[in-house]
Structure formats: C-alpha cells, structure tokens
C-alpha cells in the first residue's frame, strides 16, 4: 500500500533530522509514527480518544499542558522531538484535522533539528512550544485572577469573546452537525470559559489584539522585565492564563486566526491552513499569495458565524472592525476588504513609518517590511476609533504581524524577537490612548492573544522529501514540503 510505503520512507532513521513524526488516518483511525515508535488511537463518540496500541516511544505520549513554562525551560533542551516535548491534546488536535475533506494522506511534522523553510523559528507542529499562544484579558466583564496556571484553546476564543459581547446562546451544532443546546455560535466546536466572566459588569466595547506567532514565555519575560509594559498593565488588572492558549493543527497562521474568529477547528471551519490541495477543484489552494490572502473570508463555510456575524444577528445596528484580520467575514470595516475593493485609506506618513519600530533592525527586509504593515495595522485601528466610522466600534480586532516575522527569521528569544514584542506593545498602547481619547477605555474590555507559538529551531537546510518517496515508487502530490497527497 502506498500510505505503508509512504510512512516507512520518511519514518527511516536517516530521515530523522529532518521528520520527527507523521500522521496519518488509518481504517481504525488515526497513527502517528517517527522512528522511534508509533501511535495507534482511534476517537470515540463521545470525543475522548482511545489508545489502540502504542510501540516503542509514543511521539504523542506526553499531552501535559504545563511543562515549558519559562524561557529557561524553552531554551534547554531547545531541539526536544515528540515524545520527550509534551504535545498537549495532539491526539484530538490530529482527528479534528482529518475531518477535513482536502486533509492530505499524510502529513509530516518536521523535526526542530533542521531550519524548516529556513526560519530560525518555527511552527506548525503539535510540540507545546509552538502550540502554546498567549491569552490574556482585562476590563469591563472579565474576572481579574492575575496569572493563573491554567489553560484555553484557540477554538475557546471565539465563543468567550461572543459571550463577553452578551451574544445570546442559541441552539446550534458543531463543526460535524451534531447538536450543541445554547452555545454563542451557530456553528460552535470551542467552548465559552465561564471562568474567565463576569455576567454582572458587561463591556460597552470589546477590543481584541492578535500578535501574530507571540511566544508566550518571551511575552511574559518582558512584561516582567520592563519591555512590555502594556502586556503588563493588562496582566496586573485582568487575567493571564500562563499555560496559554493551545492551537489546533496545523499550530499555522491562517488555520487558527479562522478558529479564532469562528470557535470552528481547523478540519471543519473550511480553511484547513495557509496552503492545501483541492482535490474536487485539482487545484492548490495558498492564502499566503496577496491576492487570495484579503480575500481568505471566502472559504470559511458557509453556516458558520464569525465574531462579527454573531454580534450583528444579536445587534443588527452594532459597529465591527478588523484590520489585517482574515476571518473579517460580517466586519463593517476591514482592511482586506478595503483593500479587495479599492477603498484603502492613503499612505502612511514618514513620522507614521518611522514611529515605535526599532531601528537596529532596519536592514532587515522581514522586520522593516512587516513594522510598516503593522503601522498601517495602527493607522487603521485608530480611524476606526476616530468616529469617523458614525459610532465607535461595539468589537474591533486589530493584528500585528511583526512578532511572527520576527520569530522566523530571529527565533523567539532573539533580541529581534525582543524588539519585535516592545514595538508591538508601544502599538498597542497607541491604540489604547486612542481609545481612551474617545472616553470609552473605562467601558472597553480588551483581550490580547495569538495564533499559535514559536520554537527555535537548529541551523541546517531544509529537506527534499519528495525525492526518496518518489525513489521508493510512491506517487504523490508534495505541498509545502510536509503535506502528502497520493495520486
């Protein structure tokens, strides 16, 4: 069978640097093999995972959501494979993603002993270090329990954030079809954390902030140590959850912003990641070109309710914005919209380029680069806030991309992943003031949080997998150096 074929070739121990596991459905349900051992798991009706059988190391044994919590912790040990990196819910995380009808046959999760891409950071994997994003919430609605070791998912997001808006709950389902009595989406795979609510001191404005790729422990480094002193502020009087916010595979940009934006997992919210292959259409999906990238809301399903959607239904004449955001689908302003429809605001002035970016990095295309595009990201946000809108805005969610660009091509803990996180903190306190300005700060919750996270990786060239699968007689559509299609 080509798919045994497949596996055994990039399961080979010459691969090992370059494959640390792969996955793959299987007739009883799913496996994940490297090796060093292998994975048999199937899921039950009830959504728990059962362990069929397991052979030497389990590369999804340790599913802890509490192990590398410093950047001591991250920086020892730096280059772990699964099965000694704890991967927390990666067997349920890996079922949801086969859900998807354009699921490749196999997908391969590439081992941090090699520059994947030939980023110095990296994610995409199930490994807790680039699964792991921040959360944190403060504000009008939100109970202030400090940092608290405990964690929420990505999917999570979106039904709290609906419900911190006072969504009423309706009778939906999940991403699968099967009923969900009193949920905040109509379509709804995450759950609202009641935990993190305050019923009885409801926000007039909720204001998200997405730090595109932001290693949590790097965050709470500098919140700690000065360089972020915005972070800081909103940890000191809302809620921080140190164990973050766990991505759903792929641990990828688009994939998550969606999840994010919906409470739909990757494998059912119709956008599977940043790049795959349609088998119905024989065509390669990739929003990390320009022009399908303003125009990502198009592939999220149909049924499914976005943040922005939900409000309207609730509040037909509320106020929704986004800037640089993906899953802007039911936004009254947004800037991929602006942009796929002609009505960009103007150009940024020099001061406007020239303001919170660190000039040490300059001569770095990625940083100057994605500091200008974040700069617009904060033009945006404060025309938004301006009243030029008509009203102020009832849920605006603002991102910023420099933390993830930054992250690649430093890694999380360099000192361009430092700056990248002060200059995105000066950012988001610009916003912050100008909100304040309008005298709405004291009635605006605000969250603040990411995609998915970001682990160093070791120096070496990336891989060409396609050669011994094709030398070993498999034939197979290769995307994005990971995803295995077979013809």
């Known amino acids: 069978m080509s798919l045994d074929r497949a596996e055994a070739v990039l399961t080979d121990p010459t691969l090992t640097n370059e494959v640390d596991t792969v996955l793959r459905r299987t007739d009883h349900g799913y496996r994940a093999a490297s090796a060093r051992g292998s994975l048999d798991f199937a899921r039950r009706a009830d ?14 044994g340790n599913e802890r959501a509490d192990q590398r919590l410093s950047v001591a912790d991250e920086t020892d040990d730096a280059w772990a494979l699964l099965g000694d990196h704890a991967t927390p819910m ?11 009808p354009h699921a490749p046959d196999l997908v391969v999760l590439h081992a941090p002993t090699h520059r994947f891409h030939g980023n110095v950071g990296e994610h995409g994997s199930l490994a807790t270090t680039q699964a792991r994003a921040p959360f944190i919430a403060a504000g009008p609605g939100v109970v202030a329990r400090g940092i ?3 964690h929420l998912r990505t999917v999570d997001v979106a039904p709290t954030v609906a419900a911190l808006l006072g969504c009423a709950p309706v009778d939906g389902h999940d991403g699968l079809g099967r009923p969900r009595p009193r949920v905040r989406l109509r379509v709804q795979d995450g759950d609202e954390r009641t935990e993190l609510l305050d019923p009885d001191a409801r926000p007039d404005h909720v204001v998200l902030f997405n730090w595109d790729g932001c290693n949590p422990q790097a965050l709470h480094h500098a919140a700690a140590t000065g360089g972020a002193p915005n972070i800081a502020a909103l940890i000191e009087r809302g809620t921080s959850y140190r164990h973050g916010a766990i991505a759903a595979l792929p641990t990828a940009t688009l994939a998550n912003h969606t999840t994010e934006t919906t409470g739909v997992l990757p494998g059912r919210s119709g956008i599977l990641h940043n790049t795959w292959f349609d088998r119905g259409r024989d065509q390669l999906v990739d929003l990390l070109d320009f022009g399908q990238m303003i125009t990502a809301r198009d592939h999220i399903r149909a049924d499914i309710e976005t943040i922005h959607e939900a409000l ?38 020099d001061e406007e380029r020239r303001r919170h970016r660190t000039t040490d990095f300059m001569g770095v295309p990625d940083y100057r680069n994605y500091s200008v595009y974040d700069a617009h990201s904060l033009g945006d946000a404060k025309h938004c806030w301006s009243g030029d809108l008509g009203m102020l805005p009832r849920f605006s969610w603002f991102t910023l991309n420099l933390t993830d ?29 100008a909100i304040e300005a309008r005298g709405a700060l004291e009635r605006t919750a605000i ?9 160093a990786t070791a120096d070496g060239e990336p891989a060409d997998l396609s050669t011994p699968l094709r030398d070993a007689g498999v034939d197979h559509h290769m995307v994005d150096a990971q995803y295995v299609y077979l013809r």
Not at 90 to 100: E, G, I, N, V, W
Not at 312 to 327: Q, W
Not at 333 to 341: D, L, R
Not at 416 to 424: Q, T
């Open 447 to 455: 969250v603040m949080c990411a995609d998915h996270g970001m682990q």
């Open 312 to 349: 309207h239904r609730n509040e037909p004449d509320a106020v929704s914005v986004a800037t640089y955001e993906y899953g802007d689908r039911g936004a009254d302003w947004s800037t991929y919209i602006q942009m796929a429809t002609g009505g960009r605001q103007g150009p940024l002035t």
């Open 148 to 150: 608290v070791d405990e």
């Open 47 to 60: 959504d728990s995972m059962e362990v069929l059988a397991t052979e030497g190391v389990n590369p999804l």
């Open 90 to 100: 990666a067997m349920a995380s890996t079922a949801q993603y086969f859900d998807s």
């Open 405 to 433: 660009s930054a992250g690649h091509y430093g890694g999380p803990h360099s000192e361009m992943g430092r700056a990248a996180i002060r200059d995105s903190d000066a950012r988001m306190g610009e916003i912050i003031q």
